[in-house]
């Protein structure tokens, strides 16, 4: 908010003024906001009752003023959370004549449904909306995300693709697919379509986070990236050790060509200067002699087998 503070979660972490929680799902709830002795959770505010407003949203916050918020919680002490009994429900069902109040961390547990984007409205399990689904998924069906039954039928659980039809998951597993893709890759995993499918998935009340996926945005793969430096011979002679190398000469370290996750020093391998290819044994074979040529600078073929040595052979 604008005038709140964001803090992250420590040991010394405080219970939101609105849900009451703090052992909550950061995907569900949001970020922590501490302000002039208040403590809530972003989408505790956006869904609580009157909190929400769209001109004052800016710079990512919530844009809600502490004395907004303060009221906010006065009234939701007097309102019973259908879903777990306790007081302090500030969200109420947008359906006119329906009284229903929860917390926004029993909304799962309710089978209530929350718009992430709009209005941030909320529905109670009597009002939600449904998938229109005509059939339901065959026998044995399994959730495409965890493989696990999906069961016989739609339901708050349950879903299915609008697009094919065909891709079943669970709430859960759609959920945490969404939020690891983010709105730039979030698409069903089979048909790929994504116009619908996250228009539906939005109005059924899963997050869709505005941000390029979680795998570039921690750089997850950036192990994958890395070159192996380390020498992998039986006995290595560098006295320097294993982990160094050298740029050229009898101590570079050459790479197996076919997988390039094991490498030797040119010496320990018993391999010559000029040598321009390794394979490991693992690659090769332990008893396929691979033969590599190489010339080298006196015009002399040598040949070598599957774990690097020289062959003795002269040119034909």
């Known amino acids: 908010m604008s005038d709140m503070n964001e803090n992250a979660p420590d040991s010394r972490e405080r219970a939101c003024m609105l849900c009451g929680r703090v052992d909550v799902d950061v995907n569900v709830c949001g970020q922590t906001y501490e302000r002039d002795g208040l403590c809530a959770h972003l989408y505790c505010m956006l869904f609580a009752n009157g909190l929400y407003r769209r001109e004052r949203i800016r710079q990512g916050t919530a844009g809600i003023l502490t004395e907004d918020v303060r009221r906010t919680i006065r009234q939701a002490s007097e309102k019973q959370c259908f879903v777990c009994g ?32 709009g209005r941030y409205r909320s529905f109670c399990s009597e009002h939600r909306p449904h998938q229109a689904a005509q059939a339901a998924p065959e026998q044995g069906t399994t959730c495409i995300i965890c493989m696990d039954p999906v069961g016989d039928s739609t339901s708050y659980h349950t879903m299915v693709c609008p697009a094919c039809n065909h891709a079943w998951f669970h709430r859960r597993c759609i959920q945490g697919h969404a ?28 997050r869709i986070p505005v ?24 006995e290595c002679l560098y006295p320097q050790g294993r982990d160094q190398a050298e740029g050229q000469g009898p101590w570079q370290l050459l790479l197996c060509r076919s997988c390039a996750a094991e490498g030797t020093h040119r010496r320990c391998s018993n391999l010559t200067d000029s040598a321009g290819t390794w394979e490991c044994a693992s690659c090769a074979g332990v008893d396929n002699a691979v033969i590599f040529k190489t010339t080298v600078h006196w015009s002399k073929d040598f040949e070598y087998n599957s774990n690097g040595k020289r062959l003795e052979t002269s040119m034909p």
């Open 86 to 117: 306790e007081r302090g429900a500030s969200i109420t069902c947008m359906v006119t004549g329906c009284e229903r109040c929860f917390h926004l961390p029993c909304a799962s547990e309710g089978e209530c449904v929350t718009h992430y984007f």
């Open 179 to 206: 939020v690891c893709a983010g709105i730039v890759c979030f698409q069903c995993p089979i048909c790929r379509d994504r116009l619908n499918f996250c228009a539906e998935m939005s109005n059924m009340g899963i």
């Open 211 to 234: 941000r390029v996926p979680a795998w570039e945005d921690n750089d997850a793969f950036a192990s994958q990236r890395e070159r192996h430096r380390h020498c992998d011979a039986s």
